[in-house]
């Protein structure tokens, strides 16, 4: 059992008693960070420190001027499992949604050179997108794609599932991929996107997919909300 030495704990712990009762249900606006003070007599400080703990358990998340919320639970994530996002959504019966922010065809940086193995001065396909859970934005993803691989890609409708239009319209399926995971800072469109403050935690999943023949085709840059995601894998024996 935890022990509340702290007041910082002791509001921790009656917040997550209120939430755990279902009183604080999924989705509701927790009280302002001062009407918070004014109900437990005490700083401002204080109640920040303990929203900002219950923030890192997932418990409850911030939007940029808007306040706190109680979070919905999180979204089971195998990265093993060649789904597409809604698809993924559906199976956990929760509702996706993608909104396209733009598309270009960009020069690539030497990064980007490297991660998809391309020569200098390469140019790509970038595709920007966010995608939602339930009615909340949780992701916002780049997408990189080889444009010899995917010729008029870009007057599709991308708001769909590009696993399904690799397939449909140019017979390209995934093969492997190769994942790197890590958290990271949200800043600039990404923060703006997901609706958070600058230097906000979140988890960055990279991916560069193969096709079935194992050529390189594309890469995804996934920027998560930290709240709103479990990376769950099975490693079974093969």
Not at 93 to 101: G, I, N, P
Not at 121 to 139: A, K
Not at 176 to 198: K, P
């Amino acid at each position: 059992m935890e022990r509340t030495t702290t007041q910082t704990a002791q509001i921790r712990l009656a917040l997550t008693s209120q939430i755990n009762s279902g009183l604080l249900q999924s989705g509701m606006k927790l009280p302002s960070e001062r009407e918070l003070s004014e109900l437990f007599g005490t700083t401002r400080i204080t109640i920040k420190e303990a929203l900002q703990s219950l923030e890192a358990e997932g418990r409850i998340y911030c939007e940029d001027r808007r306040g706190w919320f109680v979070a919905p639970p999180r979204l089971v994530y195998n990265p093993l499992y060649r789904s597409h996002f809604h698809e993924m959504v559906e199976r956990q019966q929760r509702q996706a949604s993608t909104r396209v922010l733009s598309v270009r065809n960009i020069v690539a940086a030497p990064s980007l050179c490297q991660e998809l193995e391309l020569p200098a001065l390469s140019r790509l396909f970038q595709i920007r997108r966010v995608r939602s859970l339930d009615g909340r934005v949780v992701m916002f993803v780049e997408h990189h794609l080889k444009p010899e691989r995917f010729p008029g890609i870009l007057e599709l409708d991308l708001s769909q599932s590009l696993t399904g239009i690799y397939q449909q319209h140019y017979d390209i399926h995934y093969g492997r991929s190769r994942f790197d995971i890590v958290s990271t800072a949200a800043s600039g469109e990404v923060a703006q996107a997901l609706t958070l403050g600058e230097g906000s935690p979140i988890l960055l999943v990279s991916r560069v997919n193969y096709d079935q023949h194992g050529a390189i085709i594309d890469s995804d840059h996934e920027y998560w909300r930290h709240d709103a995601v479990r990376i769950s894998v099975d490693s079974r024996p093969g």
